[in-house]
């Protein structure tokens, strides 16, 4: 009767035992019975139980008031709509099988541009990457530049070429190489970008004039300062009343 009784008492008890926990893949962390992302889950923001207010977003394992480096919004937290198979685009717009997350569009091939590979990175889903400039995956998937440093042809480099400065992208994106002196899109400083009809010299926008016009004035007008009474002979040089022409120069 002893040996019957513990029998059922045993088991009964392994009945009764828990199923083991979740394998986590890599990047997650097993809370309770999740595995969650630290760096973009807003119930479980940088560890287990860390919660966000409902107005915030977990962004790199810290609750903020909104995403950076070019992320979206979502409710799980802050995604590469660019990259991200689960969110490519949009908000919860899932790639199928098969298929990567390429500049927001789900597609079953990288694109045409130099360096592009299919990369997975830590366990991770399958995303395209331009090897040639991207400083996450330079030269090769998971290969990662220095904070400081860009991704020029395939190689980490802390000095662009002569005359260059590495520049970073506004919301985010990989660093590259920019002549402040003569770029219009980074005229003076990075992303210091010249009016339309502008175009940067030395390190300034300014109005480019036909040849033999000069441009004169805060609004950078072409005048010939040949013929121009406001602007005779240099810009601002305005004639008397009394002249009634700019020839060549001179007030007459």
């Known amino acids: 009767m002893t040996l019957t009784g513990a029998i059922v008492w045993a088991c009964a008890t392994a009945a009764t035992l828990p199923p083991p926990p979740p394998t986590c893949a890599a990047g997650t962390t097993l809370c309770g019975d999740l595995c969650v992302d630290f760096q973009s889950n807003t119930a479980h923001c940088g560890n287990c139980g860390h919660a966000c207010q409902s107005t915030e977003v977990c962004n790199a394992g810290k609750c903020a008031p909104g995403c950076g480096g070019g992320l979206l919004r979502c409710t799980m937290g802050c995604v590469d709509q660019k990259h991200d198979p689960k969110n490519c685009g949009s908000c919860g717009t899932a790639c199928m099988s098969g298929q990567v997350c390429f500049d927001g569009k789900c597609t079953s091939s990288c694109g045409a541009g130099a360096g592009e590979k299919i990369c997975t990175v830590d366990g991770g889903s399958p995303y395209c990457a331009a090897t040639m400039t991207d400083t996450t995956n330079c030269g ?3 290969t990662l530049c220095g904070p400081s440093q860009a991704c020029i042809s395939g190689k ?6 002569a005359g260059e400065t590495i520049c970073t992208p506004d919301g985010g994106g990989p660093l590259y190489c920019a002549n402040m002196n003569t770029d219009n899109a980074n005229c003076g400083g990075c992303q210091v970008v010249c009016p339309t009809g502008q175009q940067c010299s030395a390190g300034m926008c300014g109005v480019v004039c036909q040849t033999g016009l000069t ?16 602007n005779c002979g240099s810009c601002n040089n305005s004639c008397p009343s009394s002249s009634v022409s700019c ?3 001179g007030c007459s």
């Not at 980490?156 to 070429?161: E, F, K, L, S, V």
Request: proline share 0%; net charge negative.
């Open 140 to 142: 090769a998937c998971g």
């Open 215 to 230: 441009a004169c004035g805060e609004a950078g007008i072409c005048v010939d300062t040949n013929t121009d009474l406001d």
């Open 247 to 249: 020839v060549d120069g």
């Open 156 to 161: 980490c480099t802390d000095n662009c070429g």
